[in-house]
């Protein structure tokens, strides 16, 4: 069983930046192809980016591109999303979540079949 745990949300101003960091308990994340979701007031999960195995690849949603960055760190132990530029629709449960697969380029927007999940951690902007 993995256990993903994500940090580092918090509240900010709009235009403000936040940086998510998504780690698993005892386990590096060099088999997985990873992700960041996201859970607004009263709305439905949402993707928000994805990046392969390799880190080679990876998605944005439309409204988040130029903004966030989704990255792995060299030692595939965590991955992060760095928010920046934040706006008020931004705000959000943000969940990181975990696919197994044998292929280091694999994303896929299409899909939200993911085997691991993370507790989340809330992203609230407001002035």
Known sequence: QVQ???S????VQPGGSLNLSCVAS?????DYSMAWYRRPPGGWREI???ISRSGK???YRTSVMDRFTISRDKFDKAVTLQMTNLRI???????????????????NPSSDEYDYWGQGTQVTVSS
């Open 4 to 6: 993903l745990v994500e």
């Open 8 to 11: 580092g949300g918090g509240q």
């Open 26 to 30: 005892g386990r590096t994340l060099n």
């Open 48 to 50: 928000v980016a994805l």
């Open 57 to 59: 690849n990876t998605y």
């Open 89 to 107: 629709d931004d705000t959000a449960v943000y969940y990181c979540a975990a696919r197994v697969t044998q292929w280091t380029e694999y994303i």
